[in-house]
Structure formats: C-alpha cells, structure tokens
C-alpha cells in the first residue's frame, strides 16, 4: 500500500505545518544545495551545489583522499553560446580541519581567468568574428579554434585563509608556465568532440599531477564541467512532499537531475597531506566569495569582464558541506546567514535547527501514518553533522560543535561496484556521513537521519553514543526513499569519478527519465 500525504491538514497544525512548508518549499528544490538560499540564487557562477570527500577507490590511490566541489547548479545541456565559465571575480575556496577546532587549518584557493582568442573569417574585405566559443572541431589542448580560454591558478594556505602561509600549487610536468593551469571548455557537441567519447579524452588531457608545497608526494588537480552526479525527484518533493515516502527505492519516480550538468573543481591529495599527528579524522567544506563592491563602467570595453571593476575585502557568498543542511533544517530567514557563515560559529547560530528541527514534524503532519523523533532536544543530529560519531568519523578533540563534512581516513575504501549507497546506515562505514561517495543516497539518508535512524542504530544501550535510543524514534526504522537511487557504477573508477558532461547537442531533449551518455 502506497503512504501518500493526508489530504488535509489538521486544522489545529494548519499555521504550524504552513510554516514549515514555506521554509522547504520556498528553496526552489531540493537538489542537495542548489539555489538553496535567496541571494545564492541570484549568483549561480558562486553557488556551491555538492560537496564529496573520500578515500580515493582507484586501484592504487588508497593512500590519498579525493574531494569535489559542485558549483553553478542546473546546467542545461543547451548552455551555448558562452556555456558556463568560472567567475574570475570569485575567490573559489576548498576549507580542511584536521585539528578538530572548527576553523581551516588548510585552504585550497582557486582563482579563474577568461581570455578572449575569437576565430575571425573573411566576409567581403573585412575579418570579423563568428559569433560561438568553437571556431571548429577541438581535441587536443589549448585549441585555436576555440574562441575562450579559461585558465586558473591554486593556492594552499595554511592557517587562517585570509592571514596564513601562502604558496602556489604547481604543474608537476613543470614548464615556464608551471602556476597556470586550464579549464576543458564545456561540452559544445557532438560535431565539436565528436561525440562523449572524443571529448572524454579531450577532457583527460586537463588532470594534472600537482605538486603541493609542504607535501611530499604529489596529488591531482582537474577543474571542468561534469555531468551532474546528484539524483533526486525534486518535483513531487517540493509539492509537500507528495511521493510514496516508504515506497520503492529505486524505480519509483524520475532522476529529475539527469539531464544537467556541473562544474567541478577535483582535488586528489595525499592523506599524510591533510591530517595532522595521529588524528585520522578532518574535515571539510567549500566557499565561494566576491569582492565587497563593484564599479560597473559604460565606458567602451574589449575582452571579456571589463566593464566589472570589483573591490574591498573578500566577502563569502556561498558555502556547504554536508548535502540539505542548509535546504532541509535552516529556516529561511537564516539560509543567506548560513552561507554568510564559518563553522567555528554554528553552534551559536544554528544549533537550533537542529536540536529542534522542523522538517520530522513536517513529515509527521503531512503523514498519518509516520511520527516524528521524541528526543529534544534532538543530540543525534547534533553528533552526526556537527561532532562526527564517535568511534566513526569524530574527532580525537572536539570544539564547538561545527557544521563539516567529516571522513576518517583510516577507514579503507571500499572498490566500485562493492560500495552501499546507504553508507554507515547499510553496514559500509567508508560511506555517508563518513565523508560522501558519488553514489550514496544522501536524499535517503538524510530523510531517515532526520526520522531518527541512528537512534535505531545506536541501539538500546546507544553504542554510538548519539544520545538517543530506538524507543526515541518511532519511525526511524522506517526505509524512507524519494523514489530515485544510483550507485557506484554509474561513476567513473577513476579521477576525477564524475563522468562526461551530456553533450550540448541532443535536440530535442529526451524524455523525463532517460538515462543520457
């Protein structure tokens, strides 16, 4: 029997239950944490969408960690003409905690330049320039028949991200242009690549073997558009979650995520690199931040971004970790505070919309037959996405509770096509929310982490140590779905693991559902 929302809500909950919606539905979707505040809405080239941190499942790459940041959400795949460039105005930043203290102790910064190289052809006596970013078919590197050039550079700053130590990460292979590395343009189409093959290896050219100052062994690099790795039906979510909650797991609705892309920056980075003495346990998020001003000139400009002049200090405009926090518990009055936000500070300004979070009453009142988790102040979520679970993923010191994506690096990875989407809950500890693989079912996870799972994990004498015990949680037993699942095998084997961008050229786009190349 299918467990579908109540038709009507109980009058004495209408107001409550009203609320409640307002601060899901008014996100635009559910998509882990695309377009999830107001104001990142507006700046999607800023809007960091899906955080991954991992013990690298490569064959021979046991010994590093691979992190993905997700940036500028819902990329159709008839992006052209411009497709989706990096802000070069954007400070794009990778935060690493190895202490435990909630503050970086190490920072990855990349910064973005877009040069203009337009193809000119003869039309009559004069050369002017075609009006695409492909002036033909492209394969190899730095091709001239593309018209944009987009090339970055990365730091590593050790210490506070804006005062600390800094140093350029550099091209391994060397050269006298060692600091400066580029971006594959976006996937144009078939004729451009000659299909998903011919700009996978197009694509490939761009992984770089990277040599980070500190560290003595090297690590791998890769920016560039990917196909977007999340899968969710974000539709029938949004609706007042009107999908059968305790249905199917796979099967039931549509990926409405399948068709679109994302633009990814990829670090492979050894493990000794990253921890500190012999705690195996750090932890991560993502920022993207903008200058405090911008001068916009009517002045006549040539090249790309000159009539943008950006000034003042940096000012972070995005920032995530692990995936719906900020969709799925922070209220949206909060949800630009958040991004605005670092994780030394959450327990002060957050902390509430965990301890008492709005979305298991949500669920209770739309669902008859489903009860939300009775232990408030709820210490479970608290433990899981702000301390790591102890014996798991937390911390030898803990500070003030922090917001972060959390991965012991002890844990050994486990190899492709042998992973449990369902992570720590599905009996895999190298999974969700010990760090996050490409093929854990975050949206299912996250459902039932928020109906009280690990209270049921934990067990009656809470070996976990979660604060809470299964008589806590009357439904967290329950395999709450969205219908959608992939796994493993649906990503790459190797770095970067997200797999080629669906190509520019499908037209007419297929059907809801399709699995594209």
């Not at 910064?109 to 877009?114: E, K, V, W």
């Not at 974000?234 to 039931?252: R, W």
């Not at 008589?471 to 797999?499: C, E, H, Q």
Request: hydrophobic share 35%; net charge neutral; glycine share 12%.
């Amino acid at each position: 029997m299918k467990i579908r929302p109540i038709g009507q809500l109980a009058a004495t909950l209408v107001r409550a239950s009203a609320v409640i919606a307002v601060a899901i539905t008014t996100t635009a979707a559910w998509a882990s944490s695309h377009r999830d505040a107001p104001n990142i809405a507006m700046n999607p080239s800023v809007d960091g969408t899906d955080l991954y941190m991992f013990r690298s499942y490569e064959k021979g790459r046991a010994d590093y960690v691979t992190i993905l940041a997700d940036y500028t959400p819902f990329q159709g795949f008839q992006g052209g003409g411009s497709f989706f460039m990096f802000n070069p105005n954007a400070l794009y930043e990778i935060h690493i905690d190895n202490t435990g203290s909630g503050s970086e102790a190490l920072t990855f910064q990349f910064r973005f330049t877009n040069t203009s190289a337009p193809t000119a052809i003869p039309v009559g006596d004069k050369q002017v320039d075609i009006p695409l970013i492909g002036g033909g078919p492209i394969s190899g590197p730095a091709p001239a028949t593309l018209g944009i050039n987009e090339t970055y550079t990365v730091d590593i700053v050790r210490g506070d991200r804006r005062t600390g130590t800094r140093a350029s990460v550099t091209n391994a292979a060397g050269g006298a242009h060692r600091t400066v590395f580029t971006k594959p343009v976006d996937n144009i189409g078939e004729k451009t690549f000659g299909g998903p093959t011919g700009y996978a290896t197009y694509a490939n050219q761009y992984i770089y073997d990277i040599k980070i100052p500190g560290c003595k062994t090297p690590g791998r690099v890769f920016v560039g558009q990917r196909k977007e790795p999340f899968y969710v039906s974000i539709g029938i979510i949004v609706d007042l979650l009107d999908l059968d909650l305790a249905g199917p797991e796979t099967g039931g609705n549509n990926n409405d995520q399948e068709g679109n892309n994302i633009s990814t920056l990829a670090l492979e980075l050894p493990i000794a690199c990253l921890t500190a003495g012999t705690d195996p346990v750090i932890g991560a998020w993502t920022t993207a931040s903008l200058r405090q001003g911008t001068l916009l000139s009517n002045a006549p400009a040539t090249g790309l971004n000159k009539v943008a002049i950006p000034g003042g200090a940096w000012t972070q405009v995005s920032r995530l970790a692990i995936p719906l926090i900020n969709t799925l518990f922070v209220g949206v009055e909060d949800k630009d505070k958040y991004n605005w936000s670092k994780p030394k500070d959450d327990d002060s300004n957050f902390a509430v919309y965990l301890t008492n979070p709005t979305a298991p009453t949500l669920i209770q009142t739309l669902y008859s037959t489903f009860s939300a988790p009775t232990n408030l102040p709820r210490t479970d979520l608290t433990t899981v996405f702000m301390k790591g679970i102890k014996g798991l993923n937390q911390p030898a010191s803990v500070g003030a509770p922090a917001e972060m994506m959390r991965l012991n690096t002890s844990v050994a990875p486990v190899a492709i096509g042998k992973q449990n989407a369902l992570g720590v809950l599905g009996g895999d500890n190298a999974g969700y929310p010990n760090g996050r693989r490409p093929g854990d079912d975050v949206v299912d996870l996250n459902l039932r982490i928020a109906m009280g799972a690990f209270c049921v994990m934990t067990g009656a004498k809470d070996t976990m140590q979660v604060g809470c015990t299964p008589k806590d949680a009357p439904s967290g037993g329950v395999s709450f779905t969205d219908g959608v699942r992939k796994t493993s095998v649906n990503y790459g084997a190797t770095f970067p693991y997200l797999t080629t961008p669906t190509s520019g050229a499908i037209n007419p786009p297929a059907a809801a559902g399709t699995t594209y190349p």
